[in-house]
């Protein structure tokens, strides 16, 4: 089975920050990645799906990149809105899905 | 608009059963590929079952093959998870999601419904 390691798991900033998440695979899988944002009591929401692609609404300061076993996930300049919990998603079999443990983002 | 919304959660003792639903609306149901997701209280995102669009195919997490089947019913508008044998580890909140398809992720999520395995 594929497994995703997301790094780090913890994360403090400020607003207008840069910050970089990675996600690594434990097998390749190409570009079948895809990146959620999760605040607390909501469902999740995709960001990228196929490791860069922005999903349509999502704001032009989220971006991915990566491909084979390792990806990241940058937000160029952190806005308020921004503080949630970010997860990787591999979908390079159609028999099993896995995600990443989660990258908690707090407001320093 | 896009709605996925679940039921049938509660709780439920430990070795019981448990089906849950999710209606569907605003997209041609039998067109996507399904699946459900849970999450445990202060946990991750763990996926848990997928169906493709004509309910022929399934695939399940290793957790929970051979006590949680997963169904559709493409003339509702409505996907279901079956839960036998539950176990406390099984308490989550379940979310079902649409495939965009083309392994491009899940584009929509209903708004969650809590399991509790509990005696």
């Known amino acids: 089975d594929i497994q995703l390691t997301q790094s780090p798991s913890f994360l403090s900033a400020s607003v207008g920050d840069r910050v970089t998440i990675t996600c690594r695979a434990s097998?390749?899988?190409?570009?079948?990645l895809a990146w959620y944002q999760q605040k607390p009591g909501k469902a999740p929401k995709l960001l990228i799906y196929a490791a860069s692609t922005l999903q349509s609404g999502v704001p032009s300061r989220f971006s991915g990149s990566g491909s084979g076993t390792e990806f990241t996930l940058t937000i160029s300049s952190l806005q308020p809105e921004d503080f949630a919990t970010y997860y990787c998603?591999?979908?390079?079999?159609?028999?099993?899905?896995?995600f990443g443990q989660g990258t908690k983002l707090e407001i320093k | 608009e896009v709605q996925l919304v679940e039921s049938g959660g509660g709780l439920v003792q430990p070795g019981g059963s448990l089906r849950l639903s999710c209606a569907a609306s605003?997209?041609?149901?039998?067109?996507?590929?399904m699946h459900w997701v849970r999450q445990a209280p202060g946990k991750g995102l763990v996926w848990v079952s997928r169906?493709?669009?004509?309910?022929?195919?399934?695939s399940y997490a290793d957790s929970v093959k051979g006590r949680f089947t997963i169904s559709r019913d493409n003339a509702k508008n409505t996907l279901y998870l079956q839960m036998n044998s539950l176990r406390a580890e099984d308490t989550a909140v379940y979310y079902c999601a649409r495939d965009r398809g083309y392994s491009y992720g899940f584009g929509y999520w209903g708004q969650g419904t809590l399991v509790t395995v509990s005696s």
């Open positions: 998603q591999q979908l390079n079999s159609y028999l099993l899905y896995t």
């Open positions: 169906i493709n669009s004509d309910g022929s195919s399934t």
């Open positions: 605003g997209f041609t149901f039998s067109s996507y590929w």
């Open positions: 097998q390749g899988i190409s570009s079948y």
